[in-house]
């Protein structure tokens, strides 16, 4: 797959040097306004310019619907529920990795690849996992803990061992269009200059909110409880001055946030739903992490009793509240061992 960014064209052009029959596909995921992501048609025009001197055929698949059905609902139907939501985790669960192998297999191709900064471990049993890229501020493997073994075993990532230095210098070296465009970070369906809270006024009734401390106290407002998330700091029409104030809880049936301090923030346990173990059950301490770049920390995850995939993590030392909706995914060493859902 190529987006348009310098990873995807490096990894193209290292397959064809291995000798990989290579075509370039880009996706056309979202037909609404977009200026950022892998959506815009700036980001499909570089894509095809850089196939065309690499000498590679190059198509767009349009997945326009499945994307709206799998990952823009959920995303508006998340934050009517309080939750935050993980679009571009979903969208390799839904799109890049499950529509596009469909359709990838049904053209007679044998894999799929990408230039994400992360690997695929074999273990000695012949199960494969997600693990670190070499990069480690670069690392991916967090947003593709989603994948199952048959994807991975159809999955080629030709960047793993790679630094991104490494990875821009030889775009340059190659004259790639692409050697110095900036990474994107940003989720594709929502522009820069409307918002996040624009683009959900469009699809969901947002609620005006009281701010709250928490002994109770109304210390602010919010235009909209739907577009705020645990750990929040800003936005939160609190008065200046005075030690930081996070939101700490989302209360939307009384359309209510409760701040306090960042030690108010902190808790012994998270619990999590749809606990998916990537080979056997870890029985001992694991290393989570929350966030796409966040810290790793130690932690016991103990499934329910009723198997129905409800757990709990238990942190090794106390750790900020996840916010319902974010992934929380295990690993052993650098390899993903399990991924779930804070609840």
């Known amino acids: 797959m190529m987006s ?6 490096v990894a ?44 590679l055929v190059h198509h767009v698949f349009n997945f326009g619907d499945a994307f709206t059905e799998h990952v823009v609902a959920p995303y508006a139907a998340d934050h009517a529920a309080g939750r935050t939501p993980n679009p571009c985790i979903e969208c390799n669960r839904h799109i890049k990795f499950a529509a596009v192998d469909e359709r990838a297999r049904a053209l007679g191709f044998d894999a799929v690849a990408t230039g994400h900064h992360a690997r695929i471990a074999t273990r000695p049993d012949g199960t494969r996992r997600v693990a670190r890229g070499a990069d480690a501020a670069k690392d991916q493997s967090y947003v593709l803990h989603v994948l199952g073994q048959e994807q ?11 630094q991104k230095d ?3 210098a030889l775009a340059a070296e190659l004259g790639l269009r692409t050697a110095s465009k900036p990474d994107s970070q940003d989720v594709c369906f929502i522009t820069k200059t409307t918002g996040r809270g624009s683009f959900l006024d469009q699809m969901i009734p947002l609620t005006p909110g009281r701010v709250v401390d928490v002994d109770g106290r109304p210390v602010g407002s919010v235009q909209a409880v ?12 609190l008065a ?22 960042k030690r108010d923030l902190l ?23 929350v966030s796409a770049h966040g810290r790793p920390q130690p932690a016991l995850v103990v499934p329910s009793a009723d198997g129905a995939g409800g757990a709990v993590v238990r942190w090794e030392q106390p750790q900020r509240r996840v916010a319902a909706g974010q992934s929380v995914v295990a690993y052993e060493a650098d390899e993903v061992a399990a991924g779930a859902t804070a609840v």
């Open 4 to 9: 348009g960014g310098v990873d995807s064209s």
């Open 12 to 55: 193209a052009a290292l397959l064809r040097d291995q000798g990989h029959d290579v075509v370039g596909v880009t996706l056309k995921l979202w037909g609404g306004e977009s200026d950022s992501g892998c959506c815009s048609v700036s980001d499909v025009d570089d894509a095809r310019r850089v196939a065309d001197a690499l000498g």
């Open 152 to 162: 991975l075993a159809r999955t080629l990532l030709p960047l793993g061992a790679m």
């Open 166 to 168: 490494e990875v821009r």
């Open 226 to 237: 739907e577009l705020v998330t645990v750990g929040q700091r800003k936005g939160l029409g």
């Open 240 to 261: 200046g001055g005075g030690a930081p104030r996070y939101a700490v809880d989302v209360d939307l049936a009384t359309a209510t946030v409760t701040v306090g301090s």
């Open 267 to 289: 808790v012994d346990e998270q619990p999590v739903r749809d606990l998916r173990w990537a080979g056997a059950p870890v029985d001992g301490p694991v290393l989570v992490q």
